[in-house]
Nanobody, 123 residues
Framework: QVQLVESGGGLVQPGGSLRLSCAAS????????IGWFRQAPGRGRQFVAA????????FYTDSVKGRFTISRDNAKNTVYLQMTTLKPEDTAVYYC????????????????WGQGTQVTVSS
């Protein structure tokens, strides 16, 4: 079992920045990839970014490349999502997920989920 708790969401103006955190507990967190997904109102949960367990490889959906950065600190059992140059279309509930079976971009391939944190980008 892996328990995940997201934090760091909030209201930010367009062009602003936020850093989300995903704190993990339970089984060996440092051995599993971690991903971030988001769900906007009326839409399904969509892949945002993922990081391998070593942190040596990262993956991003095209719409956030160059603006978002995923990183991890295994000593603190925490994964971060640094978001910059935020746009209104980034507004969503952001979820972290752990321990994928295969395709990182597929919601159904991830075994564990946090409760989500709301990010609202608005002036």
């Amino acid at each position: 079992q892996v328990q995940l708790v997201e934090s760091g969401g909030g209201l930010v103006q367009p062009g602003g920045s936020l850093r989300l955190s995903c704190a993990a507990s339970g089984r060996a967190f440092s051995n599993v990839p971690i991903g971030w997904f988001r769900q906007a109102p009326g839409r399904g949960r969509q892949f945002v970014a993922a990081i391998t367990w070593t942190g040596s490889s990262t993956f991003y959906t095209d719409s956030v490349k160059g603006r978002f950065t995923i990183s991890r600190d295994n000593a603190k059992n925490t994964v971060y999502l640094q978001m910059t140059t935020l746009k209104p279309e980034d507004t969503a509930v952001y979820y972290c997920a752990a321990d994928p079976e295969g395709d990182y971009t597929l919601e159904t391939d991830w075994g564990y989920w946090g409760q989500g944190t709301q990010v609202t980008v608005s002036s």
